[in-house]
């Protein structure tokens, strides 16, 4: 089974929306649409990611999302 990394973005994004943090919640979903090829998504998703992790908001088990979808994004980028 494979990962569903475009609905788990959005996922995140409800779950980030859901504890006010819709700046970020924003940053994911314009990877989304703004993203032309998939390894191109997958790139500005896992920066957006990247950086929401390094600034330490949100919930453990937002926090636990983002790293999961992190770590997924960068064993298929690499």
């Not at 409800?14 to 940053?27: N, Y």
């Not at 997958?42 to 949100?58: E, S």
Request: proline share 0%; no cysteine.
């Amino acid at each position: 089974m494979s990962y569903e990394y475009y609905a788990e973005a959005r996922h995140l994004a409800d779950m980030l929306k859901s504890e006010g943090l819709d700046d970020w919640a924003v940053q994911i979903l314009n990877a989304l649409k703004e993203g032309v090829t998939a390894t191109e998504i997958l790139m500005m998703l896992r920066w957006n990611i990247g950086n929401f992790l390094a600034a330490q908001v949100g919930s453990e088990e937002v926090i636990a999302h983002a790293k999961h979808m992190y770590k997924k994004m960068d064993a298929a980028l690499s």
